[in-house]
């Protein structure tokens, strides 16, 4: 049974930096693709970043392009996404998940099947 376990979120004041962690165990997921996704107060989740556990496919939503990037740590199993210089609409919890269907990352929320618990990121003005 595969898990997933985030860590990292919190408060920032807004033009902060946070990194967030997402530790992958149970399964092998260098087949998977995975994503960071997140969801603010009376919205719909969407996706952040989609990628493959290898890194050789990444996709950034154009909300964070060029503010959030995405990173792993093979030894550990564990995959970080960076969020740099945070405006008070990135607010949200923020969850990985993992697409254990294929290797190639997709944005449609629905095919993720395996999520991390998730975790808060507040950004204040």
């Known amino acids: 049974q595969g898990q997933l376990v985030e860590s990292g979120g919190g408060l920032v004041q807004a033009g902060g930096s946070l990194r967030r962690s997402c530790a992958a165990s149970g399964r092998t997921y260098r087949r998977y693709a995975m994503g960071w996704f997140r969801q603010a107060p009376g919205k719909e989740r969407e996706g952040v970043a989609v990628f493959n556990w290898i890194g050789s496919m990444i996709n950034y939503a154009d909300a964070v392009k060029g503010r959030f990037t995405n990173s792993r740590d093979n030894a550990k199993n564990t995959v970080y996404l960076q969020m740099n210089s945070l405006k008070p609409e990135d607010t949200a919890v923020y969850y990985c998940?993992?697409?254990?269907?294929?290797?190639?990352?997709?944005?449609?929320?629905?095919?993720?099947?395996?999520w991390g618990q998730g975790t808060q990121v507040t950004v204040t003005v």
């Open positions: 998940a993992a697409d254990t269907d294929r290797d190639e990352p997709v944005w449609s929320i629905s095919d993720y099947d395996y």
